[in-house]
C-alpha cells in the first residue's frame, strides 16, 4: 500500500507496528474497520466501494473474507448499510451510526477540559428492565459514565447533545431521571469514588504502553517529516485505532481526580502531534485511491479540520 518511494525514517518505525499488528492472536477486523470509517470516511462522505475497504485494510493483514464478514456484521448490528450499483457493493453509516460516531469523535478528537466547576451529572436508572439497563450503563460507558451502583452513572463533566442523542436512540428518555450535582464532603473522597467507579491505574498503564509504542514513530516524523502517503495511512490508522481502544473507556475525568503523572496526558500530546504531522499525507492517499458510488472521495468536511485543536492546511 506505500506510494512508490523512497523508504523513509517512519517506514521503519511502521514496520515494527504492523508486524506487531498483524502478529495478534485475534485481528479484530470489526473493531479496525470501525476505526477507519471514523477516521477517514466518515469525515469525507462516509461511503466506501467495498472493493476500497479492502484494499485498505488488505496491509494490516486483513483477509477479503474477513472484510466481508465484518462488514455484514457490523450491517446486521445496524452500524452500516449497503447499497448495490451494478455488481459493487457500497457502504455508509446508518443514522444510528452517524450518531455513534459524532459522540465518538468528539470524544477522541476534542481538547481536554481545561477546568471543571465542580458539578456531576448523574443518571439514575430506577424501574429499567435488566436488558434495557445494561444497554444504557454500555452505551453511557462510552461516553465516559462510570457505574457508583448498578442503577446510578455518574460523570463530571459529559457532552450534553450526546447524552440526550442517546438517551433518545435507546428509547429511555423518560425512564431515565438525570440529575447534577456537587460535592460538598472531605476532598479526598470523590478521587476515592472515582477510583472505585473507573479503573484508572488500569488505564493509566495502558496509556503508558501506548506512548512506549508510538515514540518510536513521533521521533521519526520529528526527525524527517517526508512521508509515504500509504504509510501516513497505515500509521494513523494504527494510531487511532490504538488510542480509541483506550478512549473510549476513559472518563476524562478532571485533573483533581486523576493519578498523579497521569499518562493520558501525554498519551494525547503524541497522539495530536503524529496526527497533525501525518494527515495531510494521509489525505491525499485517501483522495488517489478510495472510490465511492459517485467517484474517488470527496475532501474532508469543516469539522475535520477541527481535530486536536486544529489541523493546520498550510506549513
Same mark, same amino acid.
Given at each position: 500500500?506505500? +506510494?512508490?518511494?523512497?523508504?523513509?525514517?517512519?517506514?521503519?518505525?511502521? !514496520?515494527?507496528?504492523?508486524?506487531?499488528?498483524?502478529?495478534?492472536?485475534?485481528?479484530? #477486523?470489526?473493531?479496525?474497520?470501525?476505526?477507519?470509517?471514523?477516521?477517514?470516511?466518515?469525515?469525507?462522505?462516509?461511503?466506501?466501494?467495498?472493493? &476500497?475497504?479492502? !484494499?485498505?485494510?488488505?496491509?494490516?493483514?486483513?483477509s477479503e473474507r474477513l472484510v466481508r464478514t465484518s462488514v455484514f456484521r457490523l450491517a446486521k448490528d445496524g452500524w452500516l448499510?449497503?447499497?448495490?450499483? %451494478?455488481?459493487?457493493?457500497?457502504?455508509?453509516?446508518? #443514522?444510528?451510526?452517524?450518531?455513534?460516531?459524532?459522540? +465518538?469523535?468528539?470524544?477522541?478528537?476534542?481538547?481536554?477540559?481545561?477546568?471543571?466547576?465542580?458539578?456531576?451529572?448523574?443518571?439514575? $436508572?430506577?424501574?429499567?428492565?435488566? /436488558?434495557?439497563?445494561? +444497554?444504557?450503563?454500555?452505551?453511557?460507558?462510552? $461516553?465516559?459514565?462510570?457505574?457508583?451502583?448498578?442503577?446510578?452513572?455518574?460523570?463530571? &463533566?459529559?457532552?450534553?447533545?450526546?447524552?440526550?442523542?442517546?438517551?433518545?436512540?435507546?428509547?429511555?428518555?423518560? /425512564?431515565?431521571?438525570?440529575?447534577? &450535582?456537587?460535592?460538598?464532603?472531605?476532598?479526598? %473522597?470523590?478521587?476515592?469514588?472515582?477510583?472505585?467507579?473507573w479503573d484508572l491505574d488500569e488505564l493509566d498503564r495502558g496509556y503508558r504502553t501506548f506512548v512506549e509504542r508510538f515514540d518510536a514513530a513521533r521521533? !521519526?516524523?520529528?526527525?524527517?517529516?517526508?512521508?509515504?502517503?500509504? &504509510?501516513?495511512?497505515?500509521?494513523?490508522? $494504527?494510531?487511532?485505532?490504538?488510542?480509541?481502544?483506550?478512549?473510549?473507556?476513559?472518563?476524562?475525568?478532571?485533573?483533581?481526580?486523576?493519578?498523579?503523572?497521569?499518562?493520558?496526558?501525554?498519551?494525547?500530546?503524541?497522539?495530536?502531534?503524529?496526527?497533525?504531522?501525518?494527515?495531510?499525507?494521509?489525505? !491525499?492517499?485517501?483522495?488517489?485511491?478510495?472510490?465511492?458510488?459517485?467517484?474517488?472521495?470527496?475532501?474532508?468536511?469543516?469539522?475535520?479540520?477541527?481535530?486536536?485543536?486544529?489541523?493546520?492546511?498550510?506549513?
Amino acid at each position: 500500500m506505500k +506510494a512508490n518511494h523512497a523508504t523513509t525514517p517512519v517506514d521503519a518505525a511502521l !514496520a515494527g507496528l504492523i508486524e506487531e499488528f498483524r502478529a495478534r492472536p485475534t485481528i479484530r #477486523a470489526g473493531s479496525l474497520i470501525t476505526t477507519v470509517f471514523g477516521d477517514s470516511i466518515a469525515p469525507r462522505g462516509g461511503s466506501v466501494w467495498l472493493g &476500497s475497504l479492502i !484494499a485498505l485494510l488488505k496491509d494490516f493483514g486483513v483477509s477479503e473474507r474477513l472484510v466481508r464478514t465484518s462488514v455484514f456484521r457490523l450491517a446486521k448490528d445496524g452500524w452500516l448499510e449497503s447499497e448495490q450499483i %451494478g455488481r459493487r457493493s457500497y457502504y455508509s453509516l446508518t #443514522a444510528d451510526g452517524r450518531d455513534r460516531f459524532r459522540a +465518538a469523535t468528539h470524544r477522541i478528537y476534542g481538547e481536554p477540559r481545561p477546568s471543571w466547576d465542580g458539578q456531576w451529572r448523574l443518571l439514575l $436508572l430506577p424501574g429499567l428492565a435488566a /436488558a434495557k439497563r445494561d +444497554a444504557v450503563r454500555r452505551e453511557c460507558g462510552w $461516553l465516559g459514565f462510570g457505574a457508583l451502583t448498578t442503577n446510578v452513572l455518574a460523570h463530571p &463533566s459529559p457532552d450534553d447533545q450526546d447524552l440526550d442523542s442517546t438517551l433518545d436512540r435507546l428509547g429511555v428518555r423518560d /425512564a431515565v431521571v438525570v440529575l447534577q &450535582s456537587r460535592d460538598v464532603g472531605e476532598p479526598g %473522597g470523590m478521587q476515592r469514588l472515582a477510583a472505585n467507579a473507573w479503573d484508572l491505574d488500569e488505564l493509566d498503564r495502558g496509556y503508558r504502553t501506548f506512548v512506549e509504542r508510538f515514540d518510536a514513530a513521533r521521533g !521519526a516524523l520529528a526527525k524527517d517529516p517526508g512521508v509515504n502517503t500509504g &504509510s501516513a495511512f497505515l500509521l494513523r490508522t $494504527l494510531l487511532i485505532q490504538e488510542y480509541r481502544r483506550l478512549l473510549l473507556r476513559d472518563p476524562q475525568l478532571p485533573a483533581e481526580l486523576l493519578p498523579r503523572n497521569w499518562y493520558g496526558a501525554e498519551a494525547y500530546a503524541l497522539c495530536r502531534e503524529l496526527y497533525r504531522g501525518l494527515f495531510r499525507a494521509c489525505d !491525499a492517499y485517501l483522495g488517489d485511491t478510495v472510490e465511492t458510488a459517485g467517484g474517488p472521495l470527496p475532501p474532508p468536511d469543516s469539522d475535520y479540520y477541527k481535530r486536536f485543536g486544529g489541523l493546520r492546511t498550510r506549513e
